[in-house]
């Protein structure tokens, strides 16, 4: 039997809206959000996570990435709080230990939830924001995506336990997650 559900992990390309959906997703659950970025940032020390790209490397970032995983769903799971929604970086999926974290928080009730979103409303919402996260290739944008959508999709499919369209607007994403959870 499946442990009730404690929290949605949302994973998903850069650009796919996990922050802005999962912002709104928790709002309309009544229920705590937390971004990643931010808990591996403020153990980086630094600014952004362009800083960290820039000083340490992307390693050091997918580390820092990796850490703040595993403690922040241990912790929320630990603090016995049930309703959260976490948003993942894009590429943390991707790394082997950032991927076990999920794996076993998966397994004290944590769902996670792909937010698989077009590779041409990608280019439409990352051309029209500047954020501070770095390229991560000299390849023009619509390239790049394309790349590193190919190298991640069987990490973001073999970890989801439900996927949803995240080419909409934010609020109709976050309803139709809302009532695929209901």
Do not use: C, N
């Amino acid at each position: 039997m499946a442990p009730p559900l404690r929290g949605i992990v949302l994973i998903g390309m850069r650009g796919a809206g996990k922050t802005t959906v999962g912002a709104l997703l928790a709002g309309e659950l009544g229920w705590t959000f937390d971004d990643l970025d931010d808990h591996a940032l403020r153990r980086s020390g630094l600014k952004s996570v362009g800083e960290v790209f820039a000083q340490r490397g992307e390693s050091a970032w997918r580390t820092l990435e990796s850490e703040a995983i595993r403690d922040l769903l241990a912790g929320i799971t630990a603090r016995g709080a049930a309703g959260s929604v976490v948003a993942v970086g894009g590429g943390a999926p991707s790394d082997p230990r950032s991927s076990a974290a999920l794996q076993q928080a998966r397994s004290v009730g944590w769902r996670i939830v792909w937010l698989r979103t077009s590779l041409p409303r990608l280019v439409e919402r990352l051309s029209a924001q500047d954020g501070d996260r770095p390229r991560l290739s000299s390849a023009p944008l619509e390239q790049e995506l394309a790349m590193l959508d190919a190298a991640r999709r069987s990490s973001y499919e073999s970890l989801a336990d439900l996927t949803v369209d995240g080419d909409g607007p934010p609020a109709q994403v976050s309803a139709a997650l809302a009532s695929a959870l209901s």
